[in-house]
Each structure stands twice: as structure tokens, then as C-alpha cells.
């Protein structure tokens, strides 16, 4: 007899390989909530040196993140957060650069 097979309820995961990977998940989500605050800041001017060192920051985490990720949920965070960083990271620089205006 058919009967509708049971759906599997939907799981959040960066670990689709079925092992765990602390320090390259862990990564992942600092390079995202790193280029979201250099991109977030660069619609403020005034924030620029935050734009700068954060976006990069969140440029370079995002390199070693990609270089270590193990699963491709990882990898694209590591990508969306990589953008995110260079974008700040450009916009803060041309706001005026690294260092507060006095």
C-alpha cells in the first residue's frame, strides 16, 4: 500500500557532511557578520574607519575561512561575507580611509 512518505522537517546546518566542523563553521559565520557590519557602516559617511578595519578584517577572515572550509553551505557564506567585506572595505576607503578625520 502507498502512504505519503514522511517529509524529514528542515535543519539549519553548515554541516552537511554528517561531521562536525567547529573552528570552520565558527569562521563562516564571523566572516558573514563581519562583512554585514562593514557593509551596514559604509551608509554612514562618518563611519568610515569602521568600514575600512572591519570590512578588512572580515576580507581577510573570509580568505582563511574559504581556504579551510570543509562543506559547500560554509563556502557560501564564506563568499556573500567575502563580498560584503571588499564592498565596506572599498566604500569605507574612499569615505575617507583608515583613520578618523580630527
Known amino acids: 500500500m502507498l502512504q505519503p512518505s514522511e517529509r524529514e522537517r528542515f535543519r ?7 561531521r562536525p566542523h567547529p573552528m570552520e563553521n565558527v569562521l563562516a559565520v ?6 554585514i557590519v562593514a557593509f ?11 568600514s575600512a578595519w572591519v570590512g578588512t578584517l572580515g576580507f581577510g577572515v573570509g580568505l582563511y575561512s574559504q581556504y579551510i572550509s570543509a ?9 556573500i561575507g567575502l563580498v560584503a567585506s571588499f564592498v565596506g572595505a572599498a566604500l569605507g576607503i574612499a569615505h575617507g580611509g583608515f583613520l578618523p578625520h580630527a
Do not use: C
Not at 539549519?12 to 554528517?18: F, I, K
Open 40 to 50: 551596514v557602516s559604509t551608509f554612514w559617511p562618518a563611519a568610515h574607519a569602521i
Open 12 to 18: 539549519l546546518t553548515l554541516n552537511t557532511d554528517g
Open 71 to 79: 562543506t559547500t553551505p560554509q563556502r557560501s557564506l564564506n563568499v
Open 30 to 35: 564571523a566572516t558573514l557578520a563581519l562583512g
